[in-house]
């Protein structure tokens, strides 16, 4: 039988299933779908090592599909085959009845991949274009970590190919030596509104990577035999952490098979009535053309994954803030009485490293500011340390990537620059990945820095995140804001503990100690600080310590405040609305970003109680500017101690 001739066959079934999903679910990419039929049928019914019965199996072959709207071609595949779907309490072989129910509300198959829906022979969330080949190459990583062969092929679209991330990702393949990656550009020369620009042809395509220092591999993508070479190719380069790794540049054309759907104008518009008639025709003639040396049925070896090993598990014998300081012979700087968070968070990320074999830290150019570092100088550790170098988004998708691979990945950077990375935390959340993301130099007391290194709009964003259920009914994810060193160092070991999305925000400054190593922080907790009668201050991070020196300046004057440290986000609300009727139903909330924050959580809250409770949010309510001290920026944005009192007296009608 000719491999070629079977080739063409499934990837003609796999086109026309891919015509027939979209016209009956009236939405979908058809054309795309056909453009990578015979890559697809290449990879899943020969050269990828995995089983359709357990899709996501931790030795398996995986496929990212950075090029998610194609995703119709994968289910055809997935169909033909018989992949176990569905949930863990409800797995079925998908079949290709089932695909009728693409992209409908209880389907598994959603319009974009997904492996939370159901479908886990993807390892995440794609379809925001140019984040496939980080997670591969995050994917990949875990594989080297695990001395594991699995080999990761990741399709990309010509047109997504021009997203700065995608370069990102090329650096961060190369720095890494991933060559267990297969970068696979499928050029079919359109994008959605026309073609795609000279700039992603397969010709520059291809001298763009081997610029980045791939070795490059142009074929025919709809040629069988040149399919197989090249993946051939891969499985030598894929071991061999000397070699370059590859790239295959296939040219392919939008709508194969179809010349009525090929060209501009058919992007996300399935055929239906007579389009779709023509076009089974057009794919019937192609099959007799390229099949008839197919003798008997067209079958394919899959060859299984390996035996999975052991995975090494965590110890419970992780040490206290104390501890651990003792342990780095620096146990005179906690009787100093100050410690900044970002230093506790990167002692707090050494000792996980030593009890827990699972957390991996990466970093973006900045882990001597960060102090992730400190996970990196236990020679244990060094090789679950990861540097990103500047590229945020890269490093996102990355820790997405070893999230699937069962890695508890912390991604550490100023929490200023994870602002250009929000889409992919976003994707991650969808992914349901394990995922912690540490943001230091957090607020406006960087001070001297500017506005240009301040993360401002941060907490409002990951609130949001916060508000809604993850796939499994918890926050989409916790914001938390420590505001000492024993808050940011238990925050820290209670992330890795917990299965799911966290933001911690940590402090430049070296900070006041204010708890000790027997405090415990749980999620979605506060602590109160100082108990009063009049009033709450409900302060996070940096302003609790502002709050503190409100809360004596009040004293003096005669009002007895309340001070809360709300270091999570969401927090007990039933807790917090006992707390405010105590002291007469007014609250000051207190943060050093913009709004939408913590005020905004405590705003809801005391909303939703319907009772007769009185909020001032006090936050940065303008631009800031530079200024020499962080007193004299909280002085500048009207968060200092003296103007925490008088909105106080204000608020109680007191005179000051």
Same mark, same amino acid.
């Given at each position: 039988?000719?491999?070629?001739?079977?080739?063409?066959?499934?990837?003609?079934?796999?086109?026309?299933?891919?015509?027939?999903?979209?016209?009956?679910?009236?939405?979908?990419?058809?054309?795309?779908?056909?453009?990578?039929?015979?890559?697809?049928?290449?990879?899943?019914?020969?050269?990828?090592?995995?089983?359709?019965?357990?899709?996501?199996?931790?030795?398996?072959?995986?496929?990212?599909?950075?090029?998610?709207?194609?995703?119709?071609?994968?289910?055809?595949?997935?169909?033909?085959?018989?992949?176990?779907?569905?949930?863990?309490?409800?797995?079925?072989?998908?079949?290709?009845?089932?695909?009728?129910?693409?992209?409908?509300?209880?389907?598994?198959?959603?319009?974009?991949?997904?492996?939370?829906?159901?479908?886990?022979?993807?390892?995440?969330?794609?379809?925001?274009?140019?984040?496939?080949?980080?997670?591969?190459?995050?994917?990949?990583?875990?594989?080297?970590?695990?001395?594991?062969?699995?080999?990761?092929?990741?399709?990309?679209?010509?047109?997504?190919?021009?997203?700065?991330?995608?370069?990102?990702?090329?650096?961060?393949?190369?720095?890494?030596?991933?060559?267990?990656?297969?970068?696979?550009?499928?050029?079919?020369?359109?994008?959605?509104?026309?073609?795609?620009?000279?700039?992603?042809?397969?010709?520059?395509?291809?001298?763009?990577?081997?610029?980045?220092?791939?070795?490059?591999?142009?074929?025919?993508?709809?040629?069988?035999?040149?399919?197989?070479?090249?993946?051939?190719?891969?499985?030598?380069?894929?071991?061999?952490?000397?070699?370059?790794?590859?790239?295959?540049?296939?040219?392919?054309?939008?709508?194969?098979?179809?010349?009525?759907?090929? &060209?501009?104008?058919?992007? =996300? *518009?399935? /055929? %239906?009535?007579? +389009?779709?008639?023509? $076009?089974?025709?057009? !794919?019937?003639? @192609?099959?007799?053309?390229?099949?008839?040396?197919?003798?008997?049925?067209?079958?394919?070896?899959?060859?299984?994954?390996?035996?999975?090993?052991?995975?090494?598990?965590?110890?419970?014998?992780?040490?206290?803030?104390?501890?651990?300081?003792?342990?780095?012979?620096?146990? &005179?700087?906690?009787?100093? =009485? *100050?410690? /900044? %968070?970002?230093? +506790?968070?990167?002692? $707090?990320?050494?000792? !996980?490293?030593? @009890?827990?074999?699972?957390?991996?830290?990466?970093?973006?150019?900045?882990?001597?500011?960060?102090?992730?570092?400190?996970?990196?100088?236990?020679?244990?550790?060094?090789?679950?340390?990861?540097?990103?170098?500047?590229?945020?988004?890269?490093?996102?998708?990355?820790?997405? &990537?070893?999230?699937?691979? =069962? *890695?508890?990945?912390?991604?550490?950077?100023?929490?200023?620059?994870?602002?250009?990375?929000?889409?992919?935390?976003?994707?991650?959340?969808?992914?349901?990945?394990?995922?912690?993301?540490?943001?230091?130099?957090?607020?406006?007391?960087?001070?001297?820095?500017?506005?240009?290194?301040?993360?401002?709009?941060?907490?409002?964003?990951?609130?949001?995140?916060?508000?809604?259920?993850?796939?499994?009914?918890?926050?989409?994810?916790?914001?938390?804001?420590?505001?000492?060193?024993?808050?940011?160092?238990?925050?820290?070991?209670?992330?890795?503990?917990?299965?799911?999305?966290?933001?911690?925000?940590?402090?430049?400054?070296?900070?006041?100690?204010?708890?000790?190593?027997?405090?415990?922080?749980?999620?979605?907790?506060?602590?109160?600080?100082?108990?009063?009668?009049?009033?709450?201050?409900?302060?996070?991070?940096?302003?609790?310590?502002?709050?503190?020196?409100?809360?004596?300046?009040?004293?003096?004057?005669?009002?007895?405040?309340?001070?809360?440290?709300?270091?999570?986000?969401?927090?007990?609300?039933?807790?917090?609305?006992?707390?405010?009727?105590?002291?007469?139903?007014?609250?000051?909330?207190?943060?050093?970003?913009?709004?939408?924050?913590?005020?905004?959580?405590?705003?809801?809250?005391?909303?939703?109680?319907?009772?007769?409770?009185?909020?001032?949010?006090?936050?940065?309510?303008?631009?800031?500017?530079?200024?020499?001290?962080?007193?004299?920026?909280?002085?500048?944005?009207?968060?200092?101690?003296?103007?925490?009192?008088?909105?106080?007296?204000?608020?109680?009608?007191?005179?000051?």
């Amino acid at each position: 039988m000719s491999f070629e001739a079977a080739v063409h066959a499934q990837a003609i079934e796999i086109d026309r299933l891919s015509l027939e999903m979209t016209a009956a679910s009236g939405t979908g990419h058809p054309t795309s779908a056909m453009s990578i039929g015979h890559l697809v049928t290449t990879l899943m019914f020969s050269a990828m090592r995995w089983s359709p019965d357990y899709p996501n199996y931790p030795t398996s072959d995986r496929l990212v599909l950075s090029e998610g709207h194609a995703v119709p071609a994968v289910y055809a595949a997935m169909a033909t085959l018989g992949v176990m779907v569905g949930k863990p309490d409800d797995r079925k072989k998908l079949t290709t009845d089932d695909l009728s129910t693409l992209r409908e509300w209880g389907s598994v198959l959603d319009g974009h991949p997904n492996p939370m829906e159901g479908v886990d022979f993807f390892d995440a969330a794609t379809g925001s274009l140019g984040q496939g080949l980080s997670v591969a190459a995050g994917v990949a990583k875990a594989a080297r970590l695990d001395n594991l062969d699995r080999r990761v092929y990741c399709i990309v679209g010509d047109g997504e190919a021009r997203e700065g991330q995608i370069a990102e990702a090329m650096d961060f393949i190369v720095d890494h030596q991933l060559t267990n990656v297969c970068t696979i550009i499928n050029c079919n020369q359109y994008g959605q509104a026309d073609r795609v620009s000279n700039q992603q042809s397969a010709e520059t395509m291809a001298a763009k990577f081997v610029a980045y220092g791939f070795e490059v591999i142009s074929i025919d993508g709809h040629a069988p035999d040149q399919i197989k070479s090249a993946f051939e190719r891969f499985t030598v380069v894929s071991t061999d952490q000397n070699a370059k790794p590859i790239a295959v540049i296939a040219s392919t054309i939008k709508g194969w098979g179809c010349p009525s759907l090929q &060209g501009g104008g058919w992007h =996300g *518009k399935p /055929a %239906t009535g007579d +389009a779709l008639e023509k $076009a089974y025709t057009e !794919l019937n003639e @192609t099959r007799i053309e390229l099949t008839s040396a197919l003798a008997g049925t067209d079958q394919f070896t899959i060859d299984p994954p390996v035996q999975a090993p052991d995975r090494p598990v965590a110890t419970d014998d992780l040490l206290t803030l104390s501890e651990a300081m003792k342990d780095l012979d620096m146990e &005179g700087v906690l009787h100093t =009485g *100050k410690f /900044a %968070t970002r230093k +506790a968070y990167g002692v $707090a990320l050494r000792a !996980l490293g030593a @009890t827990n074999p699972d957390v991996v830290v990466l970093d973006a150019d900045v882990s001597n500011s960060t102090f992730s570092e400190t996970f990196a100088k236990n020679k244990d550790n060094v090789d679950r340390f990861i540097e990103c170098k500047i590229g945020e988004q890269n490093m996102i998708s990355v820790g997405v &990537g070893l999230s699937a691979a =069962g *890695k508890i990945p912390f991604c550490s950077t100023f929490a200023k620059f994870l602002t250009r990375a929000y889409d992919q935390i976003e994707m991650g959340m969808n992914s349901g990945a394990n995922l912690k993301i540490v943001g230091s130099h957090a607020g406006i007391t960087l001070a001297a820095d500017g506005p240009s290194q301040m993360s401002l709009p941060d907490v409002a964003w990951f609130r949001s995140l916060s508000q809604t259920t993850d796939h499994n009914g918890n926050p989409g994810c916790y914001v938390l804001q420590p505001s000492d060193a024993y808050a940011a160092y238990a925050l820290t070991t209670t992330m890795a503990e917990y299965d799911g999305m966290c933001y911690m925000r940590t402090l430049r400054a070296e900070t006041e100690l204010l708890y000790s190593d027997d405090h415990v922080f749980n999620l979605g907790g506060f602590e109160t600080l100082a108990q009063g009668r009049d009033i709450v201050l409900a302060a996070s991070g940096i302003m609790v310590h502002e709050g503190n020196k409100a809360v004596e300046l009040l004293d003096k004057a005669g009002v007895s405040a309340t001070l809360l440290d709300m270091y999570s986000i969401p927090f007990d609300s039933d807790k917090l609305l006992d707390i405010v009727a105590e002291n007469g139903g007014y609250v000051v909330s207190l943060e050093d970003n913009y709004g939408g924050g913590l005020g905004s959580a405590i705003a809801d809250a005391l909303m939703e109680s319907g009772d007769g409770f009185e909020l001032t949010q006090m936050f940065v309510k303008r631009i800031p500017k530079s200024a020499k001290t962080p007193d004299e920026m909280l002085q500048m944005c009207g968060l200092d101690a003296q103007s925490i009192m008088n909105k106080v007296m204000e608020l109680l009608g007191v005179p000051v």
